[in-house]
């Protein structure tokens, strides 16, 4: 069974806090990803990475930034919360075969920024 | 840019009856389409669809592709509460954000005992 999981379920911080989203699989998958999900705007890609220490910018990425210093953990890195990043947070995870396009998600993070 | 557009938006049906959900997409040079099902939390693969006509099994669920039209469906028979949730269609492309996965906004499913 593939499991991705993430560091916290809930979280609160204030805003200009800097935040720290982590998420951890233990398939040795080559992709991760983090998607933010807002009612009204579905999921929306952040960044992604395909290996360690590589990254790319996904359709949202301001205000973001990630980590991926080992293949089975990727970091969302908030260095200033504000309150437009109260959000569902989730975290992905797939092969790099082209055969398959399968993304497993986290449980997620429901993040709010007072 | 990618679009994936699911209807309807939201659905309520009794138990036993059957639903189909549809989901187009507009995905620039597209490879897979992908069904999930999001309960109170992440959301869970169902079917990966590649090929037109030829559809996707998995007990009560089905899916298919129709690649010239540019549309799938997801059919559910003889529902159950426990079917009700939110329904993710994902197109894939080389295109897109990155890794090319586009999510629709969904369909939120509701089975009334």
């Known amino acids: 069974d593939v499991k991705v999981t993430q560091s916290s379920r809930y979280l609160v911080k204030r805003t200009g806090e800097k935040v720290f989203l982590e998420c951890v699989q233990d398939?040795?998958?080559?992709?991760m990803f983090w998607y933010r999900q807002d009612p009204g705007l579905g999921l929306r890609l952040i960044y992604f990475?395909?290996?360690?220490?590589?990254?790319e910018k996904g359709d949202i990425p301001e205000g973001y930034s990630v980590s991926r210093e080992k293949k089975e953990r990727f970091s969302l890195i908030l260095e200033s919360a504000s309150t437009n990043q109260t959000s569902m947070y989730l975290c992905?995870?797939?092969?790099?075969?082209?055969?398959?396009?399968?993304?497993?998600f986290g449980p997620g993070t429901r993040l709010t920024v007072l | 840019e990618d679009k994936v557009v699911q209807s309807p938006l939201s659905l309520v049906v009794h138990e036993g009856d059957t639903v189909t959900l549809n989901c187009s997409y507009e995905v620039t040079n597209f490879r897979s389409l992908l069904w999930y099902k999001q309960e109170k939390k992440a959301p869970t693969f169902l079917f990966m669809l590649?090929?037109?006509?030829i559809e996707k099994k998995s007990g009560r669920l089905s899916s298919i592709l129709d690649k010239k039209e540019l549309f799938s469906i997801l059919n559910i028979t003889a529902t159950q509460t426990g079917d009700s949730a939110v329904y993710l269609c994902?197109?894939?492309?080389?295109?897109?954000?990155?890794?090319?996965?586009?999510f629709g906004k969904g369909t939120h499913l509701i089975i009334q005992p």
């Open positions: 994902a197109g894939r492309g080389a295109g897109g954000g990155a890794d090319g996965l586009t």
């Open positions: 992905a995870s797939s092969l790099r075969d082209v055969r398959t396009d399968t993304q497993y």
């Open positions: 590649t090929s037109s006509g």
């Open positions: 398939m040795d998958h080559e992709n």
């Open positions: 990475s395909y290996d360690v220490k590589m990254k």
